[in-house]
T-cell receptor, first 115, second 111 residues
Framework: DADVTQTPRNRITKTGKRIMLECSQTKGHDRMYWYRQDPGLGLRLIYYSFDVKDINKGEISDGYSVSRQAQAKFSLSLESAIPNQTALYFC??????????????FGPGTRLLVL | GQNIDQPTEMTATEGAIVQINCTYQTSGFNGLFWYQQHAGEAPTFLSYNVLDGLEEKGRFSSFLSRSKGYSYLLLKELQMKDSASYLCAVRDLEDTDKLIFGTGTRLQVFP
């Protein structure tokens, strides 16, 4: 079984709709992240959390919100989806350790299309 | 500010050696990671450097020079399955230890 899972894997929605992307992990990591990836722009950080109830904005948090109610789950919401939020979304986790131990482990991604 | 530069695309031949460069400018430095990402899939960890020098892992090696803000990923004995994007990421000690990603280098390996 995968250590980091995301649901749904693909989603098509309409402008103005509210949608939620879910991320779950079995790695026991405290730190979780949401990124979006667009062609030519690389991975950009939306929100991150270092512990349950800890929420921090990344570089592109406008239009998004998150919830971290449990160590294993980190949800990303688009309150009112717009077409430029069409992207590939990745959840990632990491542990607090030394050096290489702090690498991030990524989920399989959610491909979102906003019409 | 924070900036990470990598070439956008590279091509190479099966069996050859290729070097993918990464230059970075960040407020602080606490390690550099290389990830491999096949099209439509998740990035996966390849290598980590925090001290100057070369780290070798099988066919892949990564080099770091902190004074020059420079790293490279060296891939030897290229295989078709090495066709992927390679992401350079720097942990910025001055920015809550987050990872700052480059835009990635898309490598195509030809027979």
């Amino acid at each position: 079984d995968a250590d980091v899972t995301q649901t749904p894997r693909n989603r098509i929605t309409k402008t103005g709709k509210r949608i939620m992307l879910e991320c779950s992990q079995t790695k026991g990591h405290d730190r979780m992240y949401w990124y979006r990836q667009d062609p030519g722009l690389g991975l950009r950080l939306i929100y991150y959390s270092f512990d349950v109830k800890d929420i921090n904005k990344g570089e592109i948090s406008d239009g998004y919100s998150v919830s971290r109610q449990a160590q294993a789950k980190f949800s990303l919401s688009l309150e009112s989806a717009i077409p430029n939020q069409t992207a590939l979304y990745f959840c990632a986790t990491s542990d607090l350790g030394q050096g290489e131990q702090e690498t991030q482990y990524f989920g399989p991604g959610t491909r979102l299309l906003v019409l | 500010g924070q900036n990470i530069d990598q070439p956008t695309e590279m091509t190479a031949t099966e069996g050859a050696i290729v070097q993918i460069n990464c230059t970075y400018q960040t407020s602080g430095f606490n390690g550099l990671f290389w990830y491999q990402q096949h099209a439509g899939e998740a990035p996966t960890f390849l290598s980590y450097n925090v001290l100057d020098g070369l780290e070798e892992k099988g066919r892949f090696s990564s080099f770091l020079s902190r004074s020059k803000g420079y790293s490279y990923l060296l891939l030897k004995e290229l295989q078709m399955k090495d066709s992927a994007s390679y992401l350079c990421a720097v942990r910025d000690l001055e920015d809550t230890d987050k990872l700052i990603f480059g835009t990635g280098t898309r490598l195509q390996v030809f027979p």
